[in-house]
Protein backbone atom coordinates (compact mmCIF):
# COMPACT_ATOMS: atom_id res chain seq x y z
CA UNK A 1 0.00 0.00 0.00
CA UNK A 2 2.73 2.40 0.86
CA UNK A 3 3.99 2.17 -2.73
CA UNK A 4 0.30 2.99 -4.52
CA UNK A 5 0.66 5.93 -2.49
CA UNK A 6 4.22 7.12 -3.02
CA UNK A 7 3.33 6.59 -6.67
CA UNK A 8 0.55 8.68 -6.75
CA UNK A 9 2.24 11.10 -4.86
CA UNK A 10 5.33 11.32 -7.54
CA UNK A 11 2.24 11.16 -10.19
CA UNK A 12 0.55 14.15 -8.81
CA UNK A 13 4.08 16.25 -8.88
CA UNK A 14 4.94 15.48 -12.04
CA UNK A 15 1.58 16.14 -13.35
CA UNK A 16 1.87 19.59 -11.60
CA UNK A 17 5.13 20.58 -12.50
CA UNK A 18 4.85 19.69 -16.29
CA UNK A 19 1.54 22.01 -15.99
CA UNK A 20 3.26 24.73 -14.17
CA UNK A 21 5.98 24.44 -17.04
CA UNK A 22 3.62 25.00 -19.88
CA UNK A 23 2.26 28.14 -18.03
CA UNK A 24 5.49 29.64 -17.04
CA UNK A 25 6.04 29.36 -21.34
CA UNK A 26 2.93 30.74 -22.37
CA UNK A 27 3.03 33.45 -19.74
CA UNK A 28 6.82 34.00 -21.16
CA UNK A 29 5.45 34.51 -24.70
CA UNK A 30 3.29 36.96 -23.29
CA UNK A 31 5.90 38.38 -21.41
CA UNK A 32 7.79 38.23 -24.60
CA UNK A 33 5.30 40.15 -26.88
CA UNK A 34 4.79 42.70 -24.22
CA UNK A 35 8.50 43.48 -24.00
CA UNK A 36 7.97 43.76 -28.10
CA UNK A 37 5.58 46.47 -27.85
CA UNK A 38 7.38 48.32 -25.14
CA UNK A 39 10.40 48.66 -27.65
CA UNK A 40 8.21 50.00 -30.48
CA UNK A 41 8.03 53.14 -28.23
CA UNK A 42 11.73 53.52 -29.12
CA UNK A 43 12.60 56.47 -31.76
CA UNK A 44 12.79 54.54 -34.86
CA UNK A 45 16.55 55.87 -35.41
CA UNK A 46 17.30 54.63 -32.08
CA UNK A 47 17.38 50.84 -32.91
CA UNK A 48 20.69 50.08 -31.21
CA UNK A 49 18.69 51.35 -27.70
CA UNK A 50 15.92 49.55 -28.83
CA UNK A 51 17.70 46.34 -29.04
CA UNK A 52 19.31 46.69 -25.64
CA UNK A 53 16.26 46.96 -24.24
CA UNK A 54 15.12 43.98 -25.26
CA UNK A 55 17.93 42.08 -24.86
CA UNK A 56 18.08 43.85 -21.13
CA UNK A 57 14.53 43.33 -20.68
CA UNK A 58 14.42 39.43 -21.89
CA UNK A 59 17.41 38.61 -19.57
CA UNK A 60 15.37 40.27 -16.48
CA UNK A 61 12.32 38.97 -17.02
CA UNK A 62 12.03 35.25 -19.32
CA UNK A 63 12.65 32.49 -17.00
CA UNK A 64 11.28 29.84 -19.40
CA UNK A 65 14.50 28.13 -20.98
CA UNK A 66 12.41 27.06 -24.17
CA UNK A 67 11.12 30.60 -24.38
CA UNK A 68 14.91 31.98 -23.92
CA UNK A 69 16.23 29.36 -26.51
CA UNK A 70 13.56 30.78 -29.21
CA UNK A 71 14.78 34.45 -28.51
CA UNK A 72 18.47 33.44 -29.48
CA UNK A 73 17.99 31.26 -32.38
CA UNK A 74 16.05 34.12 -33.67
CA UNK A 75 19.36 35.73 -34.83
CA UNK A 76 21.00 32.89 -36.33
CA UNK A 77 18.06 33.45 -38.95
CA UNK A 78 17.37 35.59 -41.94
CA UNK A 79 15.72 38.79 -41.23
CA UNK A 80 12.98 38.45 -42.85
CA UNK A 81 12.43 34.61 -41.36
CA UNK A 82 12.82 36.03 -37.70
CA UNK A 83 9.00 36.39 -36.96
CA UNK A 84 7.74 33.56 -38.53
CA UNK A 85 10.49 31.22 -36.57
CA UNK A 86 8.77 33.44 -33.08
CA UNK A 87 5.52 32.57 -34.30
CA UNK A 88 5.61 29.10 -35.14
CA UNK A 89 7.91 28.39 -31.49
CA UNK A 90 5.04 29.90 -29.45
CA UNK A 91 2.47 28.47 -30.77
CA UNK A 92 4.35 24.93 -30.31
CA UNK A 93 5.15 25.56 -27.06
CA UNK A 94 1.82 27.12 -26.06
CA UNK A 95 -0.79 25.03 -28.42
CA UNK A 96 -2.74 28.20 -29.28
CA UNK A 97 -2.65 30.72 -32.18
CA UNK A 98 0.18 33.20 -31.02
CA UNK A 99 0.26 37.15 -33.12
CA UNK A 100 2.50 39.69 -31.49
CA UNK A 101 1.89 42.85 -33.66
CA UNK A 102 5.22 44.50 -31.71
CA UNK A 103 7.45 41.54 -32.83
CA UNK A 104 5.74 40.86 -36.32
CA UNK A 105 6.90 45.36 -36.65
CA UNK A 106 10.62 44.50 -35.18
CA UNK A 107 11.29 41.97 -36.33
CA UNK A 108 9.85 42.26 -40.22
Given at each position: MP?????????????????YATDGVHTDFDVL?????EARE???????QRS??????VDARITSKEVIETFHAMFNMAPDERFELLTM???HYTGKTWNCPGANKLLK
Open positions: YKTSAMIFGWILLTSIACSIFNFPPDNIQDYISDQAAE
